[in-house]
């Protein structure tokens, strides 16, 4: 009866959810630019209007005002995981440390300093352009709902300081719940300055303005549908005309790649969210969160929460939904059954909020690779570069992948081209039908671990040592 209750519960809080992402609902939300019509040159042209292709842009115009950038979209500049994300913005660039440690150990301490000048460069590009993004660098902690949680994070917590990374902060229940008050935290792992909240779409539309008053010309409504070598240049096709460029930059990320060769390393899985009313000023004083920290907990299967700059609280996460075949279709971006199992994990994590309601619901594909931070390269014989595979950490790491990208098309070596990251490759995923058993296994396998005290089967076990995974 009680488990009835609570079904009921969390049904009737999503009743007036509409089905839309909150951040896209702005009443700031900028126009369109027009399609591109007919034939147009330039130096560089970058394929993607999210985080990706924007920052890419944004760079190569800062690095040579004189260079000539288009940038296209499909449809309209950060409609998708850009525009829709949990608006975590983190200075990792492996997907956390402890990804980070078991890939590339030798260079991690490079990376985690390339990290945190990569958030410090997002910052100040915030501050440089005006972009109105509702950008607090407030941290993030990573709680333990389970004993075995929170042994892992001490194990993170003790590698760090060997490491000499000294901005992680190990907190007791009592700590924890005394920054946010939920009474399944039993401890934390708080990076005070490694991750910002943001606005994701309003990053994105100010990215888009910054990019026009640098002389980007930006078309919107304007797939690529193909890409081969012209003279010494590039053309890529669109509905309506035809584009030729020296240099081609993608960031497509999640979306088939116009270098096929690239398609087998992502798969797109489909990550869910909610977002509530504002909080009245009792329901925040009943959960203590005052500094407005990011949060997420630290099982397989895993939430992220955050407030907005309306106290709000945004909570996603949890499931990770891999359709047969790596389709991307709009009909997938709804799944009731998550929103449900979703608002019954919220008043789980936060009882003293029941009776709150959920204005927004929604979801949509990200792109994941095999080993869950982004990957690079090139084509076509250097004029073509490529990132991708960002695994649900790109509001911040996509601007390293521009700068890599920018690199790349330059033919530069740098201190993130030497990188060992940049030059090596995920293991791609294998053909249908063994990727969806396999990631269906992987899924399976995960949701025993957490329920079992974090022990991983012999499935996992097996999948670390090829360095294979699936993640959100």
Not at 112 to 129: F, H, K, M, P, T
Not at 223 to 246: F, N
Not at 387 to 400: D, I
Request: aromatic letters at 10%; one cysteine or more.
């Amino acid at each position: 009866m009680a488990v009835t209750r609570a079904m009921r519960s969390a049904a009737q809080s999503l009743t007036d959810a509409k089905p839309v992402p909150f951040w896209l609902e702005d009443p700031g939300r900028p126009g369109a630019r027009p399609a591109l019509a007919g034939i147009e040159r330039c130096d560089l042209l970058v394929v993607g209007g999210g985080y990706s292709g924007l920052w890419t842009a944004l760079i190569a115009k800062e690095r040579d005002p004189q260079r000539d950038v288009v940038l296209i979209e499909g449809q309209e500049v950060g409609w998708a995981a850009s525009g829709r994300n949990g608006g975590f913005c983190a200075a990792s660039l492996t997907h956390g440390l402890g990804n980070g440690l078991a890939r590339w150990p030798g260079e991690l301490k490079k990376l985690e300093e390339l990290g945190e000048r990569n958030l410090d460069a997002i910052e100040e590009a915030v501050a440089r352009y005006s972009l109105d993004c509702d950008f607090e660098r407030t941290g993030e902690i990573d709680v333990a709902t389970e004993p075995h949680q929170l042994e892992e994070l001490r194990e993170v917590h003790e590698e760090a300081e060997k490491l000499g990374f000294t901005g992680l902060e190990l907190l007791d229940r009592d700590a924890v719940r005394a920054e946010v008050d939920s009474p399944t935290f039993l401890g934390g792992l708080y990076d005070r300055r490694g991750v910002a909240m943001l606005h994701p779409a309003k990053l994105a539309w100010g990215l888009k303005r910054a990019c026009l008053d640098l002389g980007v010309r930006i078309y919107e409504h304007t797939p690529g549908l193909d890409l081969v070598q012209a003279g010494a240049g590039m053309a890529v096709r669109t509905p309506y005309g035809r584009i030729l460029a020296r240099r081609v930059a993608l960031g497509t990320n999640v979306f088939p790649s116009l270098v096929k060769r690239v398609r087998p390393y992502i798969v797109p899985v489909y990550d869910y969210a909610l977002m509530t009313e504002p909080l009245s000023e009792a329901q925040l004083a009943s959960i203590g969160w005052k500094n407005r920290q990011g949060l997420g907990d630290s099982a397989n299967q895993f939430h992220y929460f955050r407030l907005t700059a309306d106290n709000r609280i945004l909570w996603g996460g949890y499931d990770a939904i891999y359709q047969f075949g790596g389709k991307v279709r709009a009909e997938y971006d709804h799944r009731p059954e998550t929103y449900l199992k979703l608002a019954g994990h919220f008043f789980t994590c936060f009882p003293q909020l029941e009776g709150l309601r959920f204005s927004h619901a929604w979801g949509g594909a990200i792109d994941t690779c095999s080993r869950f931070s982004a990957f690079f390269g090139t084509a076509h014989g250097g004029r073509v570069a490529y990132a991708a595979g960002y695994t649900g950490l790109g509001v911040g790491s996509t601007r390293f992948g521009a700068d890599v990208m920018v690199d790349l098309l330059a033919g530069e070596r740098t201190e993130r081209t030497e990188l060992e990251m940049v030059r090596s490759k995920p293991l791609p995923f294998p053909p249908e039908p063994v990727a969806w058993a396999g990631i269906g296994i992987t899924k399976w396998s995960l949701a025993r671990a957490d329920a079992n005290g974090g022990r991983r089967n012999l499935w996992l076990k097996t999948m670390d040592k090829l360095g294979l995974g699936f993640d959100s």
